[in-house]
């Protein structure tokens, strides 16, 4: 060959390339061109033809340009089937999501030809069929989620085949027949709950909580109850997840708890009348009975002295208990108190609250605690660090009691309720969804409540989570921080089995004292929670939820961030930026080492930055703007990094 064919050779083969590459993404720009105009969409994704499909909405290409590697359409008001030759011919898409639009209609058949696929998020749609058995093909799957769609038939047994999958979220769907027996070692996250499978769970499966198989009618077996106990007829699975997996031992379990509240009741009722014949005539108090064997925190009539209340070090009676205020604003005393109706708000990992109308109408929140274990004078100096605590943004402590029976923490009440009712309440029925404002608020002034406590109270709270934030039913919406600063009245420990353990961080389960870091820990996991949308694990509460932090970590680790935001976060316009900005704080307040969280006040200094990052730049206005639109779109890309960085 001579130099010069040599060189012909070159150019030629360098012109192939070239136009090879063009060709390539020319196809690419046809083929998503024909997708969206055959489908309603959000005006947001009507990609304008003479811009590069690189710049495009929901469009991510490679570093060289050359072929188009994710997208992501999440919320987009699509509607309809796929058209065929369409999103099947983006060979080198690794990352597609669909969710939370109202597709209908099979996997078109070519999808097969998707073999660079790494994550497929289909959630929420209409989609039916058998499982899509294209995408068995499609070995390289690490995140696979088909919920909340109408597939139906068998969960094929060559699920096996996808070797790398980390999550499979099959639930909410209409699959049927036995589960087989999936058993693949990388699987993380794994949940077939609320479809029509019958039969026994493989023993393969039996490591995932009962959540991931709750909600079918005929299955049984490890981790849901043992098959025997199937025999008796379940509930129609109509009324929601809770109804529908309720075995006969979960009956029992609601008769007991039932009869529990009962006793509550009964001894509550025993407790009024007591103290009031305390003050009154003692006699007739032979006439009130003991509960047989019955529920005793201290409530019970004075029968009983049992050990445990001497170990609380409460030795004599002989100083009268008072009801302790900090500053009396409200006008009660304790018979006033004893004398109130109440009616049970909550039952915590400290003891139960209780809403107490009073009769001149104030309304006030008693908690009642269990198992104290300190003495009344470490109470004491406890309650004057709590009663000094004064701030916007914390629920203060009005009032305490201690005697030997009973220890009572007296709070305003808060009419709207917990950030956990408005987060989790009534879900998917027609509830008004927390708007993003509404959920930075919460977050902000959270954050707030907690860096007051951990500088200027120098308390740590000990146990933040959803229903420790209470809302303030006033315009701003603002949110209190309540419930702090109680660890320390249970010698400072937090018992593995008694705090909430989603909230808890990684070295509570050895150094078990809560911290200013851990403090920090727990909050960003609330952070997720208001992210995602998600409960975290709650076992105290006998729900198993997901481990947020790891969830979160396992599908940013993929390269797509945006896919673990709440889908009813979706439906709000340029929020994107500001929702990864705030994921990146949670994640690094989750970092599993606890020197490498920042401080609750850098916490509060970088949500502040943020918002004010996001009005200065009048980005929500920005909306209409093509050119903005791509600027708001590009962030996520280069942010999609970040939480990986700040977590070891
Ligand atoms: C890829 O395309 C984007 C948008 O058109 C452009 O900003 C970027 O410079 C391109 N990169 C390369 C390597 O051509
Ligand atoms: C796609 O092609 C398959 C078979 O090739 C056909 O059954 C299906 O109806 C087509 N779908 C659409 C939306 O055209
Ligand atoms: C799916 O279809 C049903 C029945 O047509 C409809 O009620 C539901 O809203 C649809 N879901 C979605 C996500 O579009
Ligand atoms: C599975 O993951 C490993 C490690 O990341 C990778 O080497 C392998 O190619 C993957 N398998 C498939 C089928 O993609
Ligand atoms: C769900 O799938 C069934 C077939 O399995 C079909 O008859 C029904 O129309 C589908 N519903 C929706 C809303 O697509
Ligand atoms: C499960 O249901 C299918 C029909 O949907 C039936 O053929 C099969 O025998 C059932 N298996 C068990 C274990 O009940
Ligand atoms: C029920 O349990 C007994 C023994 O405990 C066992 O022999 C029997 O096969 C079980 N029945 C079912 C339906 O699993």
Known sequence: MSPFTIFLTTILLILLHHHRVTSDLTQETQALQTFINNLPHDSRYSWN????????????????????????????KLAGKIPNNTIGTLTHLRTLSLRSNALTGTIPPDFSNLVNLK???????????????????TVGLIHLDLSVNNFSGEIPVKVNDLKNLTNLLLQNNKFSGELPSIDLESLVNFNVANNNLNGTVPMTLSKFPVTSFSGNINLCGNPLPSCNNTVAPSP??????????????????????????LAIILLIVLLCCRNKTKTGQQSKQVSKPVQPGGYRTGADVGTTSSSKDDVTGASAESGRNKLVFFENIYGFDLEDLLRASAEVLGKGSVGTSYKAVLEE????????????????????????????????????????????????????????????????????????????????????????????????????HGNIKAS?????QDTNRDALVSDFGLNTLFGGLTSPNNRVTGYRAPELLEARKATFKSDVYSFGVLLLE???????????????GIDLPRWVQSVVREEWTAEVFDVELMRYQNIEEEMVQLLQIAMA???TVPDQRPAMQEVVRMMEDMNRAETDDGLRQSSDDPSKGSDVHTPPTETRNSPATVTP
């Open 49 to 76: 033809p003479s811009q590069p499909i690189c710049t495009w909405r929901g469009v991510t290409c490679d570093p060289t340009n050359s072929s188009v590697v994710q997208l992501r359409l999440p919320g987009a």
């Open 119 to 137: 994550n497929l998020f289909l959630q929420h749609n209409n989609f039916s069929g058998e499982f899509p058995a294209t995408l068995l093909k």
């Open 236 to 261: 129609a699975p109509v009324v929601g997840k809770k109804s529908s997996k309720l075995s006969p031992a979960a009956i029992t379990a609601i008769a007991v708890g039932s009869a529990l509240i």
């Open 361 to 460: 109408g104030t309304t006030v929140v008693v908690k009642r605690l269990k198992d104290v274990t300190v003495t009344k004078k470490e109470f004491e100096v406890q309650m004057e660090v709590l009663g000094k605590v004064k701030n916007e943004n914390v629920v203060e402590l009005r009032a305490y009691y201690y005697s030997k029976d009973e220890k009572l923490l007296v709070y305003d009440y808060l009419p709207a309720g917990s950030l956990s009712a408005l987060l989790h309440g009534s879900r998917g029925s027609g509830r008004t969804p927390l708007d993003w404002e509404h959920r930075m608020r919460i977050a902000l002034c959270a954050a707030k409540g907690i860096a007051y406590l951990h500088v200027a109270g120098k308390v740590v």
């Open 468 to 472: 420790n934030i209470l809302l303030k």
């Open 530 to 544: 208001l992210l995602t949308g998600k409960a975290p694990n709650q076992a105290s509460l006998g729900e198993e």
């Open 589 to 591: 307040c989750v970092s």
